[in-house]
Each structure stands twice: as C-alpha cells, then as structure tokens.
C-alpha cells in the first residue's frame, strides 16, 4: 500500500466512533520516524505545529476525546456481560451525576422496561450504593421534573391485556385539556397528568394516545412542549420511534460524547427485546439501513461487536 493510501487508512481510523485497532496495529506500527513525522504533519486537526521549537505536538482536546474512543469497545463488552438489573442501575446513577441534560436516561429506563424490569433496576441499585434510586432522584433533581422522575421510577405497572377503552378516551380529554390549559397551568405541575402517565399501563396508554390523535389530530409527543414528558410519551407509546431518534443523534460524527454513548446503551439494551422492530423503524424514518449507518460511522472491534449485536437481535 502506498504512503498516500496508509496515511489515508490511519486519519481513518482515528475519526468516527471507536477506533480501527487492525489498522492502527498493522500500517501504523510499522512507520519509521520519517513516516510519523510525515503524518503528524499532514493531520493539523490531530496535530499541532509548534513553529518556535519546531516539532508537532499532539492537539490536547483531541487526545481527551480519544481516550473516549479506546474504551468504547469495554465499555460495550462490559455493559453486554453485565446483569440487567445493575447495568441499568448504574444508567440511573451516571445519569443523576451528569445532571439535568442526562434525565432523559432515567426516563428511558423507567419507561422502556417491563414492571419486573424495573424492579430489578432498583433492587440492585440498593445493593450497589446502598440508597434507594428514589432517595438520590429526591436529592440530586431539584428543578420542575423531580416529581415526574419520582413518579415513574417508582411505577410498577399492569402489563395484562385489559384495557378499558372508554376510561383511555376520557383520560385522553384529560390530555388535551391539560395541553390547552399549559398556560394557565404548566404540565409539569399537573397532578392528573403525572398520575396517567405514572401508573397507567403501556396498553392503556397507547389506547389513550389513539384516542388523543382522534381528539386533536395530532400525536400527543407533538403536541407536548415539555421535553420530559414529550420523551415519556414516547417510550410509553412509541418506544421504537424514541430509540431509532437516539440511535440518529449519536451515529452523528459531530455530536458530544455524552451523546455517542447512547449508541451503546441503546444497542447492548435492546439487543435481545426490540431490536427487530428498531431496524425496522429505523429505516422507515431515515431511508437507509441502521447496519449500514453503524458500518460507516463506527471503527474496528467496536463496529463489529455492535454489528453482531444488532444482527442477533433480528
């Protein structure tokens, strides 16, 4: 393989989620002193020419973020290996750590798992810290969505068939009520709609969000303003569409790695429950395969480990 070629391979292998350790291994480890300084010169996004000492010297924010993109491959091994019930234990608690851009994973937790599920999540979450995940949702959330956070991971839903369509309907009127009255009071202080979303089955629920498009004509996740509950809405009603939306946001290249990190979750996650209807959804929201994104965003041991998962769930 030429130099050009090479060097090409390497700039490659360095961008995109995960690295491609082949690669790294097999051109990069070979180059002499002449061919690295050739490369630390012809990358000045990796690299940074120190014009007075004369030499190129790593760029420091690109070497953060790298170290990122080593551990993507653990961090994926290690959450697939580990026990539902602490993995999503330990989503619930990096999430409270992070603060309020990362509520959404408490939401997708509470929402998108069975009763049992959830269950689990908080006996371990006992285990491994030793307080409820109730308690640190009351201490460390103190703004407007506390009381919503509470509400649904504290949920131990009905999953029977039963649904009484004619109470879905008239909590679908509550709905839309609340929506036309937000200004008067915001829905993130009404009780009534907390109370729904919090204690309702999943069946009933999507009854109600039927029933609410009857209604207005419009989806209910559309016509809510507040993030939290636009998001709960969507794990309750439409999971499929909720994680097909996280899955484009983090197979951005440009996106934080806060944000990249879903790509994993979302993946290790639903690999054995949904992930059949996830490419599914996918595709029809998107126009191109979620394999085929994941193949050109992703490097190396890191891209295939999530492939195979993906590929396993159907």
């Not at 060097?7 to 480890?29: M, N, P, R, W």
């Not at 008067?184 to 309702?200: G, S």
């Not at 050109?296 to 769930?313: C, H, Q, S």
Request: hydrophobic content about 35%; some cysteine.
């Amino acid at each position: 393989m030429a130099f050009n070629q090479e060097l090409e391979a390497i700039t490659q292998a360095f961008s995109g989620h995960g690295v491609d350790e082949k690669s790294l291994v097999t051109t990069l480890g070979k180059w002499d002193p002449l061919e690295r300084e050739s490369f630390r010169k012809k990358t000045p996004h990796l690299f940074t020419e120190d014009h007075e000492r004369h030499f190129q010297r790593w760029d420091d924010h690109y070497v953060h973020l790298l170290k990122h993109e080593f551990v993507r491959f653990k961090n994926a091994v290690v959450l697939w290996s580990m026990h539902p019930w602490e993995r999503d234990a330990r989503f619930v608690k990096e999430a409270l750590k992070k603060g309020q851009n990362a509520y959404g994973v408490l939401i997708e937790v509470a929402c998108t798992r069975s009763s049992e599920e959830l269950l689990g999540a908080r006996k371990a979450y006992h285990s491994l810290f030793d307080h409820s995940i109730e308690e640190d949702v009351a201490s460390h959330v103190h703004g407007i969505e506390r009381k919503l956070l509470i509400a649904l991971l504290s949920a131990y839903r009905y999953e029977g068939t039963k649904v009484k369509d004619d109470t879905a309907k008239s909590e679908a009127k509550v709905l839309s009520n609340a929506i036309k009255n937000a200004h008067k009071k915001p829905i993130n202080e009404d009780d009534e709609v907390i109370r729904i979303l919090a204690t309702r089955s999943k069946l009933h629920l999507q009854a109600v969000y039927k029933h609410y498009k009857e209604i207005s004509g419009k989806n209910l996740d559309e016509d809510l303003d507040d993030l939290r509950f636009k998001e709960t809405v969507q794990c309750l009603c439409t999971p499929q569409v909720y994680f097909s939306k996280v899955l484009n946001a983090a197979l951005r290249i440009d996106v934080d790695k806060n944000t990249k990190k879903s790509l994993t979750r979302v993946i290790v996650t639903r690999a054995d429950i949904d992930m059949k209807e996830i490419k599914a959804q996918y595709h029809n929201l998107y126009g191109v395969s979620l394999p085929q994104k994941v193949e050109e965003v992703a490097r190396g041991n890191y891209k295939d480990f999530l492939l195979n998962l993906i590929v396993r769930g159907g």
